[in-house]
């Protein structure tokens, strides 16, 4: 009998998109090789609790292996891809490199400083476990160097948070911060009241979580007011700088003194959309962004496809797809099934998102939902959102032991997870 080499397809990031494209693949008659620079899959819309406190790295994120340990097609490689030759259809890793026959690009994005990356210092952005430990660790320094401070005004600025950008991150950063404030830390510490932390959200448009119905942002900004938050929007920052955050109200110019500054402010898409336009000319958009055809491959490249926060979809309603897990996950399965039934000399029906509504959550238990023709708020789009971040959840003891810590957390108003970690631990001293 002639051996037949399988067809390889390769898929870069084990993010939403690339994970649920090889699981489309898991049975097919295809070799998957899934390379990732990390060895886990990261469910990031759960950061924002890493990076309060309330869960730990483990709870949101899955090593990759043990996902396809029982599917021999599929091989994981924990590889950093740096560059690739299209028409010898091979990728250069940092150790080696690797031949496809089909590649699916899901290189995700990260934060967007438009133009001032030196902000990144002092305004760390929330997208890697790194970013949430060190958010995590300058959160609860603040509130240890505050204790310890003897001049007031120091003690003020330790006690001041500036959340830069109010979409969802960021609501949801500002409510879980106001939480920890006003309830989580009562009665911790013995010089002064974690109440009195002054809390602000800045967002430059007109409201917070512009991409919601106005009815929602209203009542997001409602219940963050309620958390002791101060929302200012209408707001752009013009600088970051020795811990003072400038800031330009129309005409006016206003700043803030604060030890911890967090970004959630703009994105931007992994460098790998460029080196794919290098070497191919296709269109990034603003963001880098790769502009992908209606079957989400490459114009003139049908072997390329590219998905996820990298790609730039346009063909639904001419602005392209929000960067959501929720269309991650829909064009990775779309990939995994066009690839298969390209195989089998079928042309694939052009990809279409289904737009299954938008949640966002404003501290212990109040949220947002946007169900399309149905939005509301309060204490049941808290739970609706509660449970569908866990079904999505990676990985079932993942599942039972989230569903299980957040139960203890809200029950017991506790946060388990305060460990300042890293190897300065004492870098706010009161100077
Ligand atoms: C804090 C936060 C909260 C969010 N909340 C929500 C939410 O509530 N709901 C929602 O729908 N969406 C949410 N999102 C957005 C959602 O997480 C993204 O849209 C989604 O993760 C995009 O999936 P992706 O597969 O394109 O990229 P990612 O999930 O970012 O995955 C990219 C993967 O590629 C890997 N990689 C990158 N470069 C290389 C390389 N050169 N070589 C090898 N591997 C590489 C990375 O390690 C990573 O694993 C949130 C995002 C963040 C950051």
């Known amino acids: 009998m002639q051996y037949t080499p399988l067809h390889h397809v390769v898929i870069i990031g084990g993010g939403f998109g690339g994970l649920y494209a090889a699981k489309a693949l898991r049975r097919a008659p295809v070799r998957v090789t899934l390379i990732d620079k990390r060895n886990f899959h990261l469910f990031q819309p759960l950061l924002y609790q890493v990076a309060t406190g309330g869960l730990s790295p483990g709870d949101i994120a899955h090593p990759l292996r043990s996902v396809f340990a029982h599917d021999r097609h599929v091989s994981v490689w924990m590889a950093e891809v740096t560059d690739l030759n299209v028409p010898q259809r091979t990728l250069t890793l940092r150790d080696g490199s690797l031949t496809y026959d089909t590649l699916v690009l899901a290189t995700g994005a990260s934060h967007q400083y438009f133009g001032h990356d030196v902000w990144e210092q002092q305004a760390p952005g929330l997208k890697t476990v790194e970013d949430a430990l060190e958010i995590r660790r300058r959160i609860f320094l603040a509130f240890e160097a505050a204790e310890r401070a003897a001049d007031p005004i120091n003690r003020q600025t330790f006690m001041t948070f500036v959340i830069i950008g109010g ?27 974690p109440a009195q932390a002054n809390i602000f959200l800045v967002e430059g448009q007109q409201r917070v979580l512009a991409t919601f119905p106005e009815d929602l942002s209203t009542k997001a900004e409602v219940a963050l007011r309620r958390l002791g938050v101060t929302v200012r929007t ?35 898409a992994s460098g790998l959309g460029a080196t794919l336009a290098k070497h191919t000319g296709v269109e990034l958009d603003r963001a880098g962004r790769v502009r992908v055809e209606p079957d989400l491959s490459l114009p003139g490249h049908p072997e390329i496809f590219v998905i996820g926060d990298l790609a730039a979809f346009v063909h639904q309603d001419g602005k392209p797809l929000p960067g959501l897990g929720a269309v991650a996950i829909q064009q990775g399965r779309y ?40 939005h509301f708020g309060g204490v049941i789009a808290w739970l609706l959102w509660l449970f ?23 029950l017991t108003r506790k946060r388990g997870a305060q460990l300042i970690t890293g190897k300065d631990p004492f870098p706010l001293a009161d100077a």
């Open 234 to 268: 209408n707001t752009v920052v013009t600088d970051i700088h020795n811990g003072t955050v400038t800031m330009r109200h129309g005409d006016a110019t206003d700043s803030i003194r604060a030890r911890t500054i967090l970004w959630t402010a703009g994105v931007k």
């Open 167 to 193: 979409g969802p991150t960021g609501v949801e950063l500002a409510g879980t911060l106001g939480e920890l404030a006003h309830t989580t830390l009562k009665g911790h510490f013995r010089t002064i009241d």
């Open 388 to 410: 569908v971040h866990i079904v999505y959840l990676i990985g079932f003891d993942n599942k039972v032991l989230v569903l299980f810590q957040w139960a203890w957390n809200y």
């Open 335 to 374: 990939v995994g099934d066009a690839i298969q039934q390209r195989l089998q000399g079928k042309t694939p029906q052009p990809f279409r998102y289904i737009n299954k509504g938008n949640l966002a959550i404003i501290g212990r238990n109040a949220g947002v939902a946007d169900l399309g023709r149905w």
